[in-house]
């Protein structure tokens, strides 16, 4: 029973779900956020300039989803009160995920090279930021 007791005071002292939810929802949302503006400038830029290369694109592709989800997990982790790479990993996942499944339903894309390299880059860079995220003293929302 001491123990049981002790187990829950640690769990609910530790980590507050409704506060990492909240974090790694307003980080996604700030994240796609910033995931469509920078998607809309670099349209407009190819557009402008018709430099219209398919390596060139991914590249760039690839660079924007590491910034967003690097945007991702800083947010998530400035709000939420767990361990900075904990919110990076599980932000970065969750980005990769949505932005995956929103390719995979709007243009029925496949797998490939590009995509993992993404999945790796959102992967790492969602980390990083967590954990720069999680260092900095003050909190954005409380």
């Known amino acids: 029973m001491i123990f049981g007791g002790v187990f829950l005071k640690s769990i609910t002292l530790g980590f507050n779900k409704f ?27 190819m557009s402008n300039t018709g430099i219209l290369n398919s390596t060139v694109l991914n590249i760039l592709l ?3 989803c590491g910034v967003c989800a690097f945007v991702t997990g800083f947010i998530c982790s400035k709000i939420s009160p ?26 029925d894309s496949n797998f ?22 999680v260092s900095k003293k003050e909190k954005l929302i409380k």
């Open 82 to 107: 767990i361990k900075g790479y904990i919110n990076g990993i599980s932000s970065g996942f969750i980005f990769f995920l949505i932005i995956f499944s929103a390719g995979m339903i709007s243009i």
């Open 19 to 45: 506060k990492y939810i909240k974090g790694l929802v307003i980080g996604l949302i700030v994240g796609e956020l910033t995931l469509i503006v920078l998607l809309s400038l670099v349209a407009i830029v």
């Open 112 to 133: 490939t090279v590009f995509t993992f390299l993404k999945f790796i880059v959102s992967f790492l860079f969602g980390t990083i930021g967590g954990i720069l995220g």
């Open 62 to 64: 690839t660079i924007i």
